[in-house]
């Protein structure tokens, strides 16, 4: 603290920029363009750390960015992405399409067993059971019986075909 009084030809008796208090330290000083190269060539001279401390540019007349302009950002860049936000969202449906046609049924087609192990295979068909079991008890949804889907278990036929049949 004596190097900054110092620079600052500022002393702790009569103090004009830096009061010390019981638990530390306060600046009191009136920063204005000649204090601030006052500062600067005091600081340069005394080669103290100092020269870029947040002392010196908390306030400057040259268009220094302060903490106001820093939340004037910030606050203009939010407002700019909540804006974006809103715009994607209202416009993807027109950009990317909707279908107007709601599902009305869904197969479940067998799944496969790719443990390798043919003992494991009624795991799978258990698994195709109860997701045909848990669809089907949706009661705007029509699901096909795993009697009717089961003819496609190792089957290479194409999707458009099922769905045909």
Request: with cysteine.
């Amino acid at each position: 603290m004596n190097k900054i009084r110092e620079a600052l030809s500022d002393s702790a008796e009569e103090p004009r920029y830096i009061e010390t208090l019981a638990n530390g330290y306060k600046f009191i000083g009136e920063i204005s363009e000649q204090s601030e190269r006052l500062f600067r060539r005091n600081c340069a001279v005394a080669a103290s750390p100092l020269a870029t401390s947040p002392l010196a540019a908390h306030s400057d007349p040259r268009g220094k960015i302060t903490w106001r302009k820093r939340y004037l950002a910030a606050a203009v860049g939010l407002a700019c992405l909540i804006a974006v936000i809103f715009l994607v969202f209202d416009t993807a449906p027109m950009v990317f399409g909707t279908s107007s046609a709601a599902i009305q049924s869904v197969a479940v087609l067998p799944l496969k067993n790719l443990s390798g192990d043919p003992s494991q295979e009624y795991f799978s068909d258990s698994m195709t059971d109860e997701l045909i079991t848990q669809l089907a008890k949706i009661s705007s949804l029509s699901v096909p019986s795993a009697g009717s889907v089961v003819r496609y278990k190792n089957t290479s036929a194409s999707t458009s075909e099922i769905r045909r049949d």
